[in-house]
């Protein structure tokens, strides 16, 4: 780039490409207000739309705003020109952990479990909010530079709505050698359980330093997987031989489920944590025994510790997306809303013991609670199973939280008539202002009361392209493209060029 500075839409300064695919490249960047460092992954759109991928890439779009995780790669914003796709990504220093395999051959239990706790505390979270990756290998894991699990990659994901009547997925897709032997089989499939298989073949290659199903011939590997015809090595830990077949199990319904897995013997025992510090760094609850991955321990929710309730923080990104006016779920999801949201400016404990009064005078069972997370669950069968919601709570600034309902099972106009009869009357001592009421609202909008202080109005419009209309995002989309392939935004100023680091990143 001529040892001059390169900026793409006067926020991010461009340095070295990390990676290259058949429709994207990524480039390590610097934000230029904060100076964090991040991924860019800039994807051809002439490219996506010629092949018919344009429905992945907003797939893709929509499951990575739904899930937030220490170990699931964040993705900070969305960008569009009229001949490019940016994705601003949290930065993996770390690289592949298939790298990490590559060169050392394989790992010791105990440093496999680490990684293999951080792998399903993610997975976990994620088939919470519907969501199902598709495509776990060691390729789609990446570390951070406390070596902290980071799984990325969401091209293949499919959400709960992708599941036909049948209440199976059928869409046959991800690697060969990590894929459970029912989605081979193309009789519909549940994406939990398939998830689980690919987490028993990474385990299995981080120990064993190969992978348990391999042949030349590619029919003959899959009537290995349809039999899960594999032997573990000498060195395997009885405890490890025992969790791996219950997880590579080829009948989906006695499969291990998440659940008995964090119940093994083998995941229960203790492991060193990396002794670097970082807020993400997984750590070993005492409480639970179950890995947590934030920079505190906390055993308890009891009113002598309620001051120290750790809450999910929204940045600008996160307040865009969930805002109605910038929403891109009206482009991205169907017609039903599965989940509602409203701001409140009652402190969190307040906000919780509203929720536990609503639970207990529903009857919903509290099947778990997290940090800001409240899981409840309807005592009865409805229509389509026992109607689950999770209540989350993210902090906007000091003074407003943003609370959102969210199904994760059951059928959705129950989940909407429990909401509108229900949830609402008796959340309306503190609630705020609902997000599907804003429009009704003269008072100004969420993103306008936050935005306005990183969003300053003497930065031109056009580069904050990620607060753009529902409408000109489409248009954006579905708009005639530049005939150059340079980045065309990027504009170079002479000044100091930008430090420029490695980052392998596997792009398909």
């Excluded at 001059?4 to 340095?15: A, D, F, P, Q, S």
């Excluded at 069968?381 to 109607?387: C, D, H, S």
């Amino acid at each position: 780039m001529d040892g001059r500075r390169t900026i793409l839409m006067g926020r991010y300064e461009i340095g070295k490409q990390l990676g290259q695919g058949t429709f994207a490249k990524v480039f390590y960047a610097r934000n230029l207000t904060t100076g964090l460092a991040v991924a860019i992954k800039m994807i051809n759109k002439d490219k996506v739309m010629k092949v018919g991928l344009m429905e992945q890439i907003k797939r893709e779009i929509s499951i990575m705003r739904l899930v937030k995780h220490p170990n699931v790669l964040q993705l900070f914003e969305v960008m569009a020109s009229k001949s490019k796709i940016y994705f601003v990504l949290e930065y993996a220093k770390g690289g592949e952990l298939f790298n990490k395999i590559a060169k050392g051959g394989k790992l010791s239990e105990d440093a496999a479990r680490k990684y293999f706790h951080q792998l399903i505390s993610a997975v976990d979270y994620c088939h919470s909010r519907g969501v199902y990756h598709r495509d776990l290998k060691p390729e789609n894991l990446l570390l951070d530079e406390n070596e902290n699990l980071k799984v990325s990659d969401f091209g293949l994901s499919a959400l709960t709505e992708s599941k036909r009547q049948d209440g199976l997925l059928h869409t046959t897709c991800g690697t060969p050698a990590y894929v459970a032997p029912e989605v081979l089989s193309r009789k519909g499939y549940d994406g939990a359980k398939a998830d689980i298989w690919s987490c028993g073949v990474i385990l299995f290659v981080l120990v064993a330093g190969y992978l348990p199903f391999h042949d030349t011939n590619l029919i003959e590997m899959y009537r290995k997987i349809s039999r899960a015809d594999f032997r573990c090595p000498r060195g395997f830990s009885t405890e490890l031989k025992d969790l791996l077949h219950r997880i590579l199990d080829p009948d989906p319904s006695t499969r291990i489920s998440i659940s008995r897995i964090k119940r093994s013997a083998w995941y229960r025992k203790p492991f060193e944590v990396n002794a670097k510090k970082n807020e993400t760094e997984t750590t070993e609850n005492a409480c639970t025994g179950e890995a947590t991955t934030s920079g505190s321990t906390e055993c308890s929710t009891s009113e002598g510790n309620q001051g120290s309730l750790s809450l999910p923080n929204l940045n600008a990104f996160d307040i865009i997306s969930l805002s109605t006016g910038f929403n891109l779920s009206g482009f991205f999801e169907d017609k039903y809303r599965r989940e509602e949201r409203f701001t409140t400016r009652q402190p969190v404990m307040t906000v919780l013991a509203k929720l536990k009064e609503l639970s207990k005078r529903l009857k919903l069972k509290v099947k778990k609670k997290e940090n800001g997370i409240l899981k409840l669950a309807s005592p009865k069968e409805g229509k389509k199973g026992v109607l689950e919601l999770n209540a989350e709570i993210f902090e906007v600034a000091p003074s407003l939280l943003l609370v959102e309902l969210r199904k994760t099972n059951g059928d959705t106009m129950e989940y909407q008539k429990l909401v509108k009869e229900e949830i609402r009357p008796a959340l309306k001592d503190i609630v705020w202002v609902w997000q599907s009421d804003q429009h009704q609202h003269s008072q100004p909008t969420l993103q306008e009361q936050q935005l306005q202080p990183p969003f300053s109005p003497q930065q031109p419009h056009d580069q904050l392209q990620a607060s753009l209309t529902q409408q000109e995002q489409k248009d954006l989309l579905e708009a005639p493209l530049h005939p150059q392939e340079p980045l065309d935004e990027l504009q170079s100023p002479p000044q100091e060029p930008l430090e420029q680091l490695p980052l392998p990143v596997t792009l398909e």
